[in-house]
């Protein structure tokens, strides 16, 4: 079975902090992504990289950074945390093209 | 840009079917798919369907997709306490089938 796990499943930072969620993949997927979850607006793609150093913005890059260092990991940098970044962090990954998004349980991110 | 449209909320009785509605946008999408999320954890793949395809059923589910209406649904029979989850529709959106849009999400009670 694929698993995806995320780093962190509760975090409380304060603003201005510097975040750092990481996300692990076990299947060999080239895409990764990072979206963040709120109630009413569904899931919003932050980055996705196809590849290990490959980076893409999503719909809602502003605020975030992403690092694709090796294959199995991508991790999401919130440079200088702000409020209005609290949120459901979700990481996914695919094999390739049309093929299931895999998810992780998820990062409940607080900022103070 | 793409758009998938949902309702929030569907309460039904145990034992009732249950029938997600979802509305998209992109005429090009090859693949639409439903994803599941129960509390506290990601979204898994419940199913999908081509988009050469009318219907699609597996066990309880039955997806429907009217192309021309760009409307997707998803019933459920036999619905059970178990299936209380927040259901997500979602689309490809790309050339390569590499990134999703999702609906906002239906949050699906089910009383007993």
């Known amino acids: 079975d694929v698993k995806v796990t995320q780093s962190s499943r509760y975090l409380v930072k304060r603003t201005g902090e510097k975040v750092f969620l990481e996300c692990v993949q076990d299947?060999?997927?080239?895409?990764m992504f990072w979206y963040r979850q709120d109630p009413g607006l569904g899931l919003r793609l932050i980055y996705f990289s196809y590849d290990v150093k490959m980076k893409e913005k999503g719909d809602i890059p502003e605020g975030y950074s992403v690092s694709r260092e090796k294959k199995e990991r991508f991790s999401l940098i919130l440079e200088s945390a702000s409020t209005n970044q609290t949120s459901m962090y979700l990481c996914?990954?695919?094999?390739?093209?049309?093929?299931?998004?895999?998810f992780g349980p998820g990062t409940r991110l607080t900022v103070l | 840009g793409e758009d998938v449209e949902q309702s929030l909320f569907l309460s039904v009785r145990e034992g009732d079917s249950s029938v997600i509605n979802c509305t998209y946008t992109d005429s090009s999408s090859t693949y639409l798919y439903w994803y599941k999320q129960e509390p506290g954890a990601g979204l898994q793949l419940l199913t999908y369907i081509f988009s050469n395809m009318d219907m699609k059923q597996d066990q309880r589910l039955t997806v429907l997709l009217n192309k021309k209406d760009k409307h997707l649904s998803l019933r459920i029979a036999d619905t059970q306490t178990g299936d209380s989850a927040i259901y997500f529709c979602?689309?490809?959106?790309?050339?390569?089938?590499?990134?999703?849009?999702f609906g906002p999400g239906t949050r699906l009670s089910v009383l007993p």
């Open positions: 979602a689309e490809s959106c790309d050339n390569y089938g590499q990134n999703f849009v």
């Open positions: 996914a990954s695919s094999l390739g093209q049309y093929n299931e998004q895999f």
């Open positions: 299947m060999d997927h080239e895409n």
